[in-house]
């Protein structure tokens, strides 16, 4: 693959930054699309996620905003608060050698009057869901005449959700001369459609569009007891990470829960849950202080945790395209994983395209550790500081380990957001942590702590 230095014009300085944030050459998305991006084409491409894409439509935005205008330039819309959360934490970090340029999320959850206030002091790049962007246009909080790029990610799932009309109307509060990029991971007939409303001449790119069946592993049992299969499984497997999809909220939260009083680490994630409770949910199992994760398909997309090992649908999806971004939670980028779906005698039809992909497997080959259970040795502290009063990790490592002196072994990932930060640590320690905060200060402020 070529390297990040072929691409037209990029300073120096930018390399420097994607060569620190381990970003050494271009993935098939980021090569085909990026400077054709940069010479003004629209694009209209076909790419799964975990293929770079995130890299490639936002390089070019990154490296062409004009920081002396602070009026949106370009404004990527996207299906979920979560794959928003994500591209902005991702943008940000490469956008860091790239002094005053401001990135804001706008989306549900929040108060309106808040993004409200941050738009009015100015931002370059917009990344929000489609309704909560209409929220601010109706409300005129937002003017769209400065856009000069409109990215649609993972259009085909803003369809499947009902927002063709929302797309479409928010195109139009923009000039006429944009640039508009759209990816999609499949490309049915509304796709065709949006495009052709949206898009000028567009340069067609179809990449990684299956899941590459040499790094997943899928496999399909039959029960008629899921949830004793899904105790031997897990017995058996004994993974490390485990992210199980259940149809409903009822069913994550009732699932969760038994598992939770079997004495595994165990998270849930659906609709029903307030923005911050989703992104802490996504932050304690990424960091390991909760093994597994029970979700709906709130997480089948947008949710980037590398290292997921171990995919299971407790209940079967609804469709092969849900089924194929379910089991596309593991073995992302270089790693390999499994992806095991269970079924009963009666969903033997509902489950066709499933066996059609998977091999189907026997209970009875499973070698059961009854005594197994997914416990983690880590749990989350979190503190009231963040980004905004300039706490970074080395400043928590350093008070932890030389002022409160635990081993620097004890503590795990680290999470920074504007107003908060979420610190693993060794399960041995947390505690005297806890305590230890209530008098120790992090450069030379007191923050307030408690255990997630």
């Not at 829960?257 to 998270?267: C, E, F």
Request: hydrophobic share 40%; charged share 25%.
């Amino acid at each position: 693959m070529a390297s990040f230095n072929t691409i037209e014009g990029i300073p120096d300085a930018l390399l420097e930054t994607l060569s620190t944030l381990g970003f050494s050459a271009m993935t098939e998305i980021q090569e085909k699309a990026i400077n054709p991006i940069l010479d003004g084409a629209d694009i209209l491409a076909q790419s799964k996620t975990g293929s770079g894409k995130t890299l490639a439509f936002g390089l070019p935005y990154v490296m062409n905003t004009n920081t002396n205008n602070y009026k949106p330039q370009t404004i990527i819309i996207t299906p979920t608060r979560e794959l928003a959360d994500q591209i902005a934490v991702e943008l940000r970090r490469v956008a860091a050698y790239k002094p005053n340029l401001k990135i804001l999320t706008l989306y549900g959850g929040v108060p309106l009057r808040a993004q409200a206030d941050s738009l009015a002091k100015g931002a370059h790049i917009l990344i929000g869901t489609p309704g909560r962007i209409q929220d601010h246009l109706a409300k005129e909080t937002l003017t769209l005449e400065n856009i000069k790029t409109l990215v649609l990610d993972e259009a085909d799932r803003m369809l499947d959700m009902g927002f063709y009309d929302e797309i479409v109307k928010i195109g139009s509060n923009m000039p006429r001369g944009k640039q508009t990029l759209l990816f999609s991971a499949t490309f049915p007939s509304d796709i065709e459609k949006l495009a052709k409303a949206l898009l000028n001449q567009p340069l067609t790119i179809k990449v990684d569009t299956v899941v590459e069946a040499n790094k997943i592993d899928t496999l399909v049992y039959e029960t008629t007891d899921k949830f004793k299969t899904l105790t031997a499984l897990i017995q058996s497997y004994k993974p490390e990470s485990l992210l199980i999809f259940c149809n409903t909220k009822a069913e994550v939260i009732s699932l969760a829960d038994t598992l939770a009083k079997r004495g595994h680490s165990v998270i849930d994630i659906h609709g029903d849950l307030d923005q911050r409770d989703r992104n802490e949910s996504v932050i304690a199992f990424a960091n390991g202080s909760k093994r597994i994760m029970v979700a709906t398909d709130v997480a089948s997309r947008g949710l980037d945790i590398k290292d997921i090992e171990l995919v299971i649908n407790y209940d079967l999806p609804f469709d092969a395209e849900v089924y194929t971004h379910r089991i596309g939670r593991t073995g992302r980028a270089d790693a390999t994983g499994t992806a095991i779906s269970l079924f009963s005698p009666k969903d033997r039809e509902k489950c066709a395209y499933v066996l059609e992909k998977a091999k189907k497997a026997a209970l009875k080959d499973l070698r059961v550790d009854a005594k197994f259970k997914m416990v983690s040795e880590y749990d989350t502290l979190c503190l009231n500081g963040g980004k905004k009063t300039k706490l970074r990790a080395g400043d928590i490592i350093g008070t932890f380990c030389k002022e409160i002196g635990i081993e620097n072994s004890m503590i795990g990932k680290i999470n920074i957001t504007d107003t908060k930060s979420y610190i693993a640590l060794h399960h041995t320690v947390v505690d005297d942590v806890f305590k230890a905060l209530k008098k120790v200060k992090i450069k030379k402020k007191k923050y307030v702590a408690w255990i997630l």
